[in-house]
């Protein structure tokens, strides 16, 4: 009869570890930022090309870019490419976009 050797293993995972004590952990932006407020407007994020993040709404055919500072943010008609460099400040003034693609 062959030797039959058993090895057993334990895997280890690392325990995540939530930011607050409440134990939930909490992925939103900061209140006071351009992407909680891109968020607001219902934009989404899209990708990143260097230092410069893009957000889309598909369906109003709007692209909102900024930089890694989000003291701005440049909000563009993607028909029309019509746009507008808005502060965080003037964008919490925001209540709708409207573009050639929607319009309510």
Do not use: H
């Not at 009869?1 to 952990?25: I, K, N, Q």
């Not at 008609?77 to 919490?92: A, C, H, I, M, Y």
């Amino acid at each position: 009869m062959a030797d039959v050797t058993t090895e057993t293993t334990t895997d280890t995972v690392p325990a995540v570890t939530p930011a607050e004590p409440s134990g939930v952990l909490d992925l939103r932006p900061p209140k006071e930022s351009v992407r909680a407020e891109l968020c607001r407007l219902g934009l989404e994020y899209s990708s990143t090309d260097g230092s410069t993040e893009s957000w889309r709404d598909y369906q109003r055919g709007v692209l909102a870019t900024f930089d890694g500072d989000g003291t701005s943010v440049k909000v563009t008609d993607v028909k029309t490419n019509l746009g507008r460099t808005l502060t965080l400040e003037e964008l919490k003034a925001v209540t709708r976009i409207d573009t050639m693609t929607a319009a309510d």
